[in-house]
């Protein structure tokens, strides 16, 4: 079994366990290996890189983590950081439900 897979595994156990959002296991459980092959397929909007920083930008989750959405590319998406903000508020209203 690969890291990647005991972690995707320790994440869904733990999803399953909490029955609940924890925005705290959420950060603890993301993978470095899927952002830098996010971003190596999506190039930075503002630098045109396909590593490195992004300025103005974060990757982020489409279905958030800590409401069960997978670490995956495909729920990745570059996002403005002041968008970021707005949606991690709908995201803990919507989540801690």
């Not at 995707?8 to 830098?36: F, I, N, P, Y």
């Not at 989750?61 to 495909?74: M, R």
Request: hydrophobic share 30%.
């Amino acid at each position: 079994m690969t890291s990647r897979m005991k972690d995707l595994l320790l994440v869904l156990t733990l999803t399953l366990a909490l029955g609940h959002c924890s925005h705290v296991d959420a950060k603890t459980h993301r993978s470095r290996e899927v952002t830098r092959e996010f971003q190596r397929l999506h190039p930075c909007p503002s630098t045109g890189k396909r590593t490195g920083a992004c300025p103005g930008y974060i990757k982020d989750h489409v279905k958030p983590l800590a409401c069960g959405g997978p670490d995956s590319v495909s729920n990745l998406q570059w996002q403005t950081k002041r968008a970021a903000k707005e949606k991690d508020k709908w995201e803990r209203k919507s989540c801690s439900k």
